[in-house]
Nanobody, 125 residues
Framework: QVQFIESGGGLVRPGASLRLSCAAS????????MGWFRQAPGKERDFVAG????????KYADSVKGRFTISRDNAKNTLLLQMNSLKPEDTAVYFC??????????????????WGQGTQVTVSS
């Protein structure tokens, strides 16, 4: 059974940093492209960052470019999201997901078929 477990969320002040982790079991993260999405209350689930199987293709939402970095730790079968210079508008539940594709990073949540349960990130002064 494939399972993703996100961790690393929390309550931080604006300008702070957090590192989210997505640990996989029953699934080798390096097989497919992976992505991070987020969902704020009352809003749709939005693409944050994605990385292809070979890590050749990496994409970010415009709102997080230059602040967030997605990476893999294949030895630990873990997907990471380093988030710096956090803003209140980054507040959301963050999800990791595996794509149906390997070499292509889709921005569409419908192209991702396995999801974690999410971790809450709250940025507030």
């Amino acid at each position: 059974q494939v399972q993703f477990i996100e961790s690393g969320g929390g309550l931080v002040r604006p300008g702070a940093s957090l590192r989210l982790s997505c640990a996989a079991s029953g699934h080798t993260l390096s097989t497919y492209a992976m992505g991070w999405f987020r969902q704020a209350p009352g809003k749709e689930r939005d693409f944050v960052a994605g990385i292809s199987r070979t890590e050749v293709s990496v994409k970010y939402a415009d709102s997080v470019k230059g602040r967030f970095t997605i990476s893999r730790d294949n030895a630990k079968n873990t997907l990471l999201l380093q988030m710096n210079s956090l803003k209140p508008e980054d507040t959301a539940v963050y999800f990791c997901a595996s794509s149906r594709f390997s070499g292509y990073v889709s921005l569409d949540a419908n192209d991702y078929d396995t999801w974690g349960q999410g971790t809450q990130v709250t940025v507030s002064s």
